[in-house]
């Protein structure tokens, strides 16, 4: 049987990666003298297949013959899926894995699902019985034409008989691993270093779709509709990945434009936010792949396993980069990136759902800045009898902007020291010079500024902080003590601009 196009035709090898190869005029296989190998591979060309490939005999030469199936090999007994004969693949193609520029032929990324030995059990005209001895797939399947093509496709059925995997283990508790802080960057060579990336931690649960579930367990797949597909990406009959969620912004993670995403449920909502601050998973682990718990096995095994079966795109990477050894040059690097910081997780070392331990340590890149006090906002629980915030700010010309709300870092001392000073501050007019309708609006930071209490802008405050966003606001600002040598007017806003990189 003779197809019009053959492998050759389609292709020119000078610009793809592909084997080149000449084979005769096509096998039919349903008589031809089966070969011993098969491989299944991923095409992610115009739209995701599966392309089955059989070693049989052309004459003495061993050639693929080959059946594009859109769903791959069906699963489950009773449910067939279409399977287009087409025409042989040289059968060096089978250890092909790799990038088909655009312009070619099948343009896209091509990946080995599956490979290993087969046996034929049944073979005559138009019907194939085959059993698979895979890494993935281990089981009887059977091909039968339906439609003899033009001479170039033929449409055939691809339907499972028996599986013969060994049953599946349970997934794992869904609840991410946590990293326990650590105050500064260091050097071991017990240790991987990656970096922190600042967005919505999310485990993928990836089968025959696409589930996110978030740190306290909640379903958020409907929030970022442009992952729902993540699943596609991955080489896998089922996998489970532990990531972030980023919205990414000149190619670093961008917290203020994530925020505009997290909390919408509005079906019309979320799709307007999608278009306008569109995310990417970025996985950093493995813990349940094709079957099989992954969290005993030791970090460098998932790590490894990661790179294989995620096939990056827009919507997908896997995290880096991922270096040994030196932590403290990383954190540099990532400082000078924006980023929120590193991880170091320790080698060897297996995933703990839900627990937080030392073999995974975070150290964090922040940011120090002077800023002017310009009020609190009432404390509640157990600061009822205190404050709940700092109302801060910084001098831009003669008028004092409204930067953020300081809320953490005190400790019981501290809280009993500055209440008595903020008192004593104390004025009825509120000295930002932002508009204060919108302030007692809560634009800026919610109830605490409608009830807000203002002083005498003379105290200069010590921050940290992350990052420095748009509006401008600080994010995560935790007070360090106040400062008696700096006058409040020389608390510049240029001067926190700078400090955030922002300038």
């Not at 508790?173 to 105050?183: F, G, N, Q, S, V």
């Not at 009959?237 to 994530?258: H, K, N, Q």
């Not at 700010?393 to 209440?419: K, N």
Request: some cysteine; charged content about 30%.
């Amino acid at each position: 049987m003779a197809h019009g196009d053959t492998y050759s035709d389609k292709r020119s090898f000078d610009r793809t990666p592909e084997p080149a190869g000449t084979p005769r005029a096509d096998v039919d296989p349903g008589v031809a003298p089966p070969g011993r190998r098969f491989v299944i591979h991923q095409h992610h060309a115009r739209r995701l297949h599966f392309d089955l490939r059989l070693e049989m005999m052309n004459g003495d030469l061993p050639v693929l013959a080959s059946w594009a199936i859109p769903k791959n090999l069906p699963a489950e007994r009773g449910t067939p899926h279409l399977a287009v004969h087409v025409e042989d693949h040289p059968i060096d193609y089978g250890s092909f894995s790799g990038t088909i520029p655009a312009g070619n032929y099948g343009a896209g990324e091509v990946r080995i699902f599956d490979s290993g030995s087969y046996e034929v059990l049944e073979q005559e005209p138009g019907k194939l019985s085959f059993r698979l001895h895979g890494r993935r797939l281990k089981g009887v399947w059977h091909l039968a034409r339906t439609r003899s093509g033009d001479g170039r496709n033929e449409e055939w059925l691809a339907f499972l008989k028996q599986d013969e995997r060994e049953p599946f283990e349970p997934v794992p508790e869904l609840k991410p691993m946590l990293a326990t802080a650590h105050p500064e960057a260091f050097d071991s060579d017990d240790f991987l270093f990656e970096p922190k990336w600042d967005g919505v931690r999310a485990l993928a649960v990836c089968t025959e779709e696409t589930v996110l579930v978030s740190r306290t367990e909640r379903n958020i797949t409907e929030a970022y509709p442009e992952l729902s597909q993540l699943h596609e990406r991955l080489v896998s009959t089922g996998a489970v990945l532990d990531g972030e969620i980023v919205a990414l912004e000149g190619g670093r993670p961008s917290f203020e434009r994530l925020q505009s995403r997290i909390n919408l449920r509005n079906a019309r909502d979320v799709e307007r936010a999608a278009r306008a601050a569109p995310v990417t998973y970025i996985a950093f682990d493995l813990i349940y792949l094709d079957g099989r718990s992954l969290t005993e096995r030791p970090l460098e095994e998932r790590k490894t396993l990661l790179e294989e079966v995620v096939v990056a795109s827009e919507r997908v990477r896997v995290s880096s980069p991922c270096i040994e050894s030196e932590g403290t040059a990383l954190l540099q690097a990532v400082e000078q990136w924006g980023l929120e910081g590193i991880v170091a997780k320790r080698k060897g070392c297996p995933y703990r759902p839900g627990r937080r331990t030392r073999d995974w340590l975070k150290i964090k890149v922040v940011h120090e800045a002077d800023v002017v006090v310009g009020g609190w906002s009432p404390g509640e629980g157990a600061r009822a009898s205190s404050f709940g915030a700092l109302l801060v700010g910084a001098y831009d010309g003669d008028g004092l902007r409204f930067v953020g709300a300081v809320g953490t870092g005190f400790s019981q001392a501290m809280l009993d020291d500055l209440l008595p000073r903020l008192q004593e501050h104390r004025v009825q007019e509120c000295p930002f010079s932002d508009d204060l309708a919108q302030l007692r609006l809560g634009r800026f930071g919610g109830r605490g500024l409608r009830d807000a209490r203002w002083v005498r802008p003379e105290l200069v405050a010590r921050v940290e902080f992350r990052e420095l966003t748009s509006a401008p606001r600080l994010r995560a600002p935790s007070f360090k003590g106040l400062r008696d040598d700096k006058e409040a007017r020389d608390c510049r806003l240029s001067d926190l601009l700078a400090e955030a990189g922002r300038a």
